[in-house]
């Protein structure tokens, strides 16, 4: 330690970057980034939430780090980002772990909460705003209507996993109320597909949100057949 | 109008309180109530969100009006809350809506933007965080795990809507990943007991979360059977 230095335990806080729009980031949030962190590392999901904070985070100092890509193009592992929070915490540094949506929610956020806590590392968890409820929240799409639909359901549209596939979303298909699936933009086809084969009906009404609460949001409203 | 005054529209902006701690209210949500609102019409689960601020709104003159119990101890009907935005909005009031978790989440609030929209006032949805996803997020429950659960399902713990209920239930039981009961702990014995009937093992783990977020919050965690 530097004469005068304090011997600062480090920390990580894994906190939820809501949809996108740093309006939607929490107030806790939002204080943890902009007076207590010394360093942010950010999924690429979560970078619009802080963007427009570039210049008051240089000034006071603090380092950002895009773990959503790597300097020469490729993906940052998991492993990798266990490895720098546990290095910057141990440094004595406040670690801000910026998380698209919530860190629980398909965020892999227990993951590193796990790791952390094995590594003696302390934690702590914001909430953010998940994708999952804002982004139909900002499209004017209520996932729930008296009379109409009384539960959801929330799913990936990534196989992950080694599932199967098809006999999810026939599975899915019969399930009753609202079916909410992340990152289905990809695999919309083979989502589409499935539940069709499954039995729901192709006019069932759907809704496409891609980029929810980003000045280029889109949303398109069609039947399940024309998605 | 008087000498001077621009003859302001009024509008409503239906606000997601989140799940009570004012932190966790998002930043374009506290603008709304803390520079923006001449009136603040708050469901009971919203008021501990702005408990804090009671001081900084009343300097303001912002009037808040308890819409979750009338002075007679009575509850208000929905209709009351539709008439009192309405009405408010047409002498040109900037009504702050607040509303707990997210508004379009068991909360009605697609039934408020209906009614406005057919009284043609304007308005807007900032969405909140919901007790659904923030709840579990604050007692450390991640409500996915990669190869645990790939999907999660939400529904309601009260019976609404006139249904038997049982049914409902059995069916919950069987359905694949997390559950997530909102407004469980009146009807708690049915719940777990039609869980049970429908095939859920008694050694499910389970957590019962109450009060989340707020200074008295309550985590229980138990198997099934001893919830």
Redesign the interface.
Same mark, same amino acid.
């Given at each position: 330690m530097a004469d005068g230095a304090v011997n600062r335990q480090g920390m990580v806080s894994l906190v939820?970057a809501?949809p996108g729009?740093?309006?939607?980031?929490?107030?806790?949030g939002? $204080?943890r980034c902009l007076e207590w962190a010394d360093l942010i590392v950010a999924d690429r999901l979560a970078l619009p939430a802080i963007e427009r904070w570039r210049v008051r985070l240089a000034s006071r100092g603090v380092e950002i780090i895009d773990a959503g890509k790597a300097p020469g193009g490729a993906g940052w592992t998991q492993q990798r980002i266990h490895a720098l929070l546990i290095a910057r915490a141990r440094e004595g540094k406040r670690v801000v772990r910026l998380k698209g949506g919530?860190?629980?929610?398909?965020g892999?956020?227990? $993951?590193e909460?796990q790791v952390l806590e094995a590594a003696g590392v302390p934690w702590e968890?914001i909430?953010? @705003?998940?994708s999952?409820?804002?982004a139909?929240? @900002?499209a004017?799409?209520? @996932?729930?209507?008296?009379?109409v639909a009384?539960?959801?359901?929330?799913?990936?549209g990534e196989t992950?996993?080694g599932?199967d596939g098809l006999a999810r979303w026939r599975?899915a298909a019969r399930?009753?109320?609202t079916l909410v699936v992340l990152m289905g933009v990809s695999g919309l086809a083979r989502v589409t597909g499935g539940l069709i084969q499954g039995g729901m009906s192709g006019d069932t009404p759907c809704a496409l949100i891609e980029r929810a609460s980003l000045p280029d949001q889109r949303v398109t409203v069609a039947p399940l057949t024309a998605l």
């Open positions: 939820g809501g729009d740093d309006g939607l980031l929490t107030a806790v939002a $204080e919530d860190p629980f929610i398909f892999r956020g227990l $993951e909460v968890v909430p953010g @705003l998940s999952v409820l804002a139909p929240a @900002l004017g799409i209520a @996932l729930t209507l008296r009379g009384s539960a959801f359901h929330v799913l990936t992950g996993d599932g599975e399930l009753p109320g």
